[in-house]
């Protein structure tokens, strides 16, 4: 069964640079979440999207940007880069109304700023 | 006060021990709540759902205290490959859902 694909799997950059993420949703699943990871922490909520809108904000910083598009397809773009964003990010999917509301994620982009 | 609290851990438990994590929420209006698993550098995957009435899958069950805003992770005859780090997760409900996840719990099985 197809997954939540993300791109790239890796990324480096340096500092003020800017980044794009990229996370294909299952198909048919109508929300979208980005969580950022940091070493030894728990996953901190970002945003996300219910058909194609933003649907609520957690964490992210004035710098970080996103949207969904038609295709339902999610782009995360961070800008002016500092040491402390290199993380994990997950994006994630679900299903508005399924029974069990589960959320599966990618396998994550790893983003390293030097 | 975080949202979704957890045992601190980390649990080192030999093999064959029963181990019970605990997760405290503070959002009286959550509905759903969950247990992820995440090893090392992967992605979180789900363990399992919790209901009110407790729930059970193999050697996994979970329980649910809605008045005391508490749920439950016990595994029993624990192995090896149950080492991982353990997520409560729960949502809060909001539109367009809202899923927090606990600062997680370490298990490590030792053989």
């Known amino acids: 069964a197809a997954g939540v694909i993300q791109s790239p799997r890796h990324l480096i950059k340096e500092k003020r640079e800017t980044a794009t993420l990229k996370c294909y949703p299952i198909?048919?699943?109508?929300?979208v979440y980005w969580y950022q990871q940091g070493p030894g922490q728990d996953p901190q909520f970002l945003i996300s999207?219910?058909?194609?809108?933003?649907?609520d904000k957690g964490s992210i910083p004035d710098r970080f940007s996103a949207q969904q598009f038609s295709d339902y397809h999610s782009e995360l773009n961070m800008s002016s880069l500092e040491l402390g964003d290199s993380a994990l990010y997950f994006c994630?999917?679900?299903?508005?109304?399924?029974?069990?509301?589960?959320?599966?994620f990618g396998e994550g982009s790893r983003l390293t700023v030097l | 006060r975080k949202e979704v609290e957890q045992d601190p851990g980390p649990f080192n438990v030999p093999e064959g021990a029963t181990v019970a994590f605990n997760c405290t929420y503070s959002?009286?209006?959550?509905?759903?709540f969950f247990w992820y698993r995440q090893d090392c550098r992967k992605e979180p995957k789900l363990l399992m759902s919790?209901?009110?009435s407790g729930n059970e899958d193999g050697r996994f069950t979970a329980q649910l205290n809605r008045a005391s805003q508490y749920i439950s992770l016990l595994i029993r005859d624990s192995k090896l490959s149950d080492s991982a780090t353990y997520l409560c997760?729960?949502?809060?409900?909001?539109?367009?859902?809202?899923?927090?996840f606990g600062p997680g719990t370490r298990l490590s099985v030792l053989p």
């Open positions: 919790v209901y009110s």
């Open positions: 959002n009286s209006a959550s509905q759903s």
């Open positions: 198909p048919r699943h109508d929300t």
């Open positions: 999207f219910y058909e194609k809108m933003q649907s």
């Open positions: 997760v729960v949502n809060g409900g909001n539109y367009g859902q809202n899923f927090v």
């Open positions: 994630a999917s679900s299903l508005e109304d399924s029974a069990t509301g589960e959320l599966f």
